[in-house]
Structures are given as C-alpha cells and as structure tokens.
C-alpha cells in the first residue's frame, strides 16, 4: 500500500507565494510521474503541473511562469513552488503519483488527500 502525505496550503494574500509538497511512502518500487492537480470550487480537477521521472515538466497555461514543480527522488517527495499567487488560484491541490511496487507489477495511480489554497484579492 502507498500512502501520499500533502502539506503546504494555507491562506496568502495575491502576490504572494506557497510551497506544497507531497511524500509518499509505503510499498514503492519505482516513481514514474509525479504531478500536482487542483480543483476549484465547481469547477473540475484540472492539472496543474507534472514532472516525469527524468525531470521533463510541463505546465498549465495559466501557472506558466509563476509555479515551478520538482522532485526528490532520494525522499520521495514532490514539491509545488507557487509565485505571484492570484485569487482565481484558489482550489483544492492534489498531489497524483504512479508507482509500482514491485518490479513485475503494472503501476499504480495514487492520489493525495488535497490540501487547501486560498489566495486573496
């Protein structure tokens, strides 16, 4: 079993800046992607931002330049940098990862608990 642990949101004024980040742990193998989701209120989950296993990002349009994602393969950790944070910003973020736990298993799409940004005006 692997178990996603998110943590970093919080309530910020526009311009501001956050820093989500998001271990995992458990029976791990392997990391493949790693990527941030969010999900405004009535809106749908959208991502946000992902990072291959080779360190190949890309990026919502609308984040480009302001959120940077990256990740530490040695403690299994995904991190979100958030700058020059806007209102519209605000939305449940989700850290998504696909593992496998074992060499001969296919992989696995795990999903965080979410953690709440709140940007305001």
């Known amino acids: 079993q692997v178990q996603l642990v998110e943590s970093g949101g919080g309530l910020v004024q526009a311009g501001g800046s956050l820093r989500l980040s998001c271990a995992a742990s458990g029976s791990i193998f392997s990391i493949n992607t790693m990527s941030w989701y969010r999900q405004a209120p009535g809106k749908q989950r959208e991502m946000a931002a992902v990072?291959?296993?080779?360190?190949?990002?890309n990026y919502l349009d609308s984040v480009k330049g302001r959120f940077t994602i990256s990740r530490d393969n040695a403690k299994a950790t995904v991190y979100l940098q958030m700058n020059s944070l806007q209102p519209e910003d605000t939305a449940v973020y989700y850290c998504n990862v696909d593992v496998k736990t074992h060499w001969l298993s296919g992989p696995l799409e795990v999903w965080g608990q979410g953690t709440l940004v709140t940007v305001s005006s």
């Open positions: 990072i291959t296993s080779g360190g190949t990002t």
